[in-house]
């Protein structure tokens, strides 16, 4: 069993930066990929970013070349820098992670184990 307990969410102005952390514990030996999802009001949980042990990442179109995801092994922990921050980034992000063996990153919720509490992250002047 892996627990996942998530930080860095808040209120920011678009254009602004947040980082978000996620760190992991219990059964970490059986991650092979950490992820981030969101989820805004009425609408499905969605893939924002995610990175195997092995360094491959995938990122939803909508945020490449703003958000980075990045993991600390050493530390078993996920961050998620967000930069240039827009309005419709609003959302719950949920940290998640996968036991699958898999070259690549799992895209759907379904892909992954465990999940972490979720933080809120709101984009507004």
């Known amino acids: 069993q892996v627990q996942l307990v998530e930080s860095g969410g808040g209120l920011v102005q678009p254009g602004g930066s947040l980082r978000l952390s996620c760190a992991a514990s219990g059964s970490i030996s059986s991650i092979n990929a950490m992820g981030w999802f969101r989820q805004a009001p009425g609408k499905q949980r969605e893939l924002v970013a995610a990175?195997?042990?092995?360094?491959?990442?995938n990122y939803a179109d909508s945020v490449k070349g703003r958000f980075t995801i990045s993991r600390d092994n050493a530390k078993k922990t996920a961050y998620l820098q967000m930069n240039s921050l827009k309005p419709e980034d609003t959302a719950v992000y949920y940290c998640?992670?996968?036991?699958?063996?898999?070259?690549?990153?799992?895209?759907?919720?379904?892909?992954?184990?465990?999940w972490g509490q979720g933080t809120q992250v709101t984009v507004s002047s």
């Open positions: 998640a992670a996968s036991s699958q063996i898999l070259s690549r990153a799992p895209k759907r919720p379904e892909g992954y184990d465990s």
């Open positions: 990175a195997t042990t092995y360094g491959s990442t």
